[in-house]
């Protein structure tokens, strides 16, 4: 193999292109990214990038000189028009066509976006890029109103920023709590109680009936009535996997391209990794996951397997949020069918929620106590069995490993 071409410029695409390196690949590697910046890391877009305190170099995961020096070619602006899988071609915009032994697809994926009302507004933002971000923050400023529209991670990592900034912050969800796809509901609701505490309006089982305002929006009325008035709508109701290139080459998709634990294709030459990826499990559902952690070993692991190591995927499943001054940190599955749950209680609203099924430990969620997750993550890879009550009450958790 003499050619690997990475389509897509983000933590896969730069996680996939440093494993190959440390794995001794000498061949050519290729980095198609749409973007005008080196790689980054996307966290801290709703958080310190939007307060001011990171910026393109402080997030960046592949400079230009360490691509250089590992002898990656990263060619900014650069959009993969088709896979050409007979010939094993990627076709530029430009035209130009690149040969490849073997493919990542690590495109990941785009905002959700609302039309009608919202279509085209200039307040209106979503939060994806280092350039959305700045967009955001060049609006911001204290005593400005911002209207979250869903209660997921970007929503109120945003509403927390802004209330840091000095900002009214208000968030409006359908759903009867906070990240209803990730978080139980015990846990959405100290999750709403923190920014309550922290002065951000939530409004839940809530709707938006109209909007008032013609270049932009200025007024919400909501289904319970209330009008708001705003400065800004960020919004923030979900992704899409960026899977439109491997569909038109042919490959299997389904919201996402489909892999399976080696994260191939249905091609062999071709594998995706990150958020566009949707890997087959055991039942045979594929499933997407968006997360810092599984965008970053599961590109390691396709970079792996693209030099012939065949080894499955281990997923990892730890993703974490800051807002405010609260981390929230969560592992496994946290929300077992049949299981039962243990609660570890810390100071204040900090808790550890331990979920247990046939008796062993199988995820966690840590509110407010990141400490505690290093050592549940050590628990879980023993297998730790769940006999007694140690969990919620020793003093020390490591004295259980």
């Known amino acids: 193999m003499e050619q690997v071409i990475i389509i897509g410029g983000g933590q896969a695409a730069a996680s996939a292109a440093r494993t190959l390196r440390e794995q001794g690949f000498k061949g050519g590697i290729t980095i198609l990214s749409e973007e005008r910046y080196y790689p980054y890391e996307r966290p801290p877009l709703s958080k310190a990038v939007l307060q001011g305190v990171a910026d393109a170099n402080s997030t960046c995961l592949l400079s230009d000189e360490a691509a250089r020096s590992q002898n990656i070619d990263v060619r900014l602006g650069q959009r993969a ?78 509403a927390a920023t802004a209330r840091k900034m000095g900002m009214q912050a208000t968030v409006v969800e359908l759903a009867d709590r906070l990240c209803g796809r990730s978080l139980p509901k015990d846990v959405g609701a100290v999750l709403a109680e923190v920014h309550r505490d922290h002065g951000t309006v939530v409004h839940l089982n809530t709707s938006i009936e109209s909007v008032g305002g013609r270049d932009r929006i200025e007024t919400v009325t909501l289904s319970n009535g209330e009008t708001l008035s705003v400065d800004m709508v960020v919004v923030g109701v979900g992704a899409i996997a960026n899977d439109a290139l491997a569909r038109d080459a042919g490959l299997e998709t389904a919201n996402g391209v489909v892999v399976d634990e080696f994260l191939r294709t249905s091609d062999p030459r071709i594998f995706a990794a990150g958020d566009v990826a949707a890997l087959r499990l055991g039942d045979g559902r594929p499933v997407r996951m968006e997360s810092w952690a599984n965008a970053q070993d599961q590109a390691a692991a396709a970079a792996r397997n693209m030099l012939g190591k065949d080894v499955p995927y281990a997923v990892n499943t730890w993703f974490w949020s800051d807002q405010y001054d609260l981390n929230i940190q969560m592992i496994g599955d946290v929300q077992p069918e049949g299981g039962t749950v243990l609660l570890r209680k810390g100071e204040g609203k900090a808790f550890t929620r331990f979920s247990v099924a046939d008796g062993r430990l199988v995820g966690a969620i840590c509110f407010g106590v990141p400490r505690d997750m290093a050592i549940v993550r050590r628990l879980m890879s023993k297998g730790y069995m769940v006999t007694d009550d140690a969990l919620t009450t020793a003093p020390d958790l490591r004295k259980l490993l």
């Open 81 to 158: 028009e088709a896979i050409e899988r007979d010939t094993r071609m990627v076709k530029l915009s430009s035209g130009e066509r690149l040969p490849y032994d073997r493919l990542l697809i690590a495109t990941g994926s785009r905002a959700r976006t609302l039309d009608g009302a919202f279509a085209g507004k200039s307040n209106v933002f979503y939060l994806r890029s280092l350039d959305d971000a700045a967009s955001l923050r060049a609006a911001m400023g204290p005593g400005k109103r911002v209207l979250s529209i869903g209660a997921g991670w970007i929503g109120l990592e945003v």
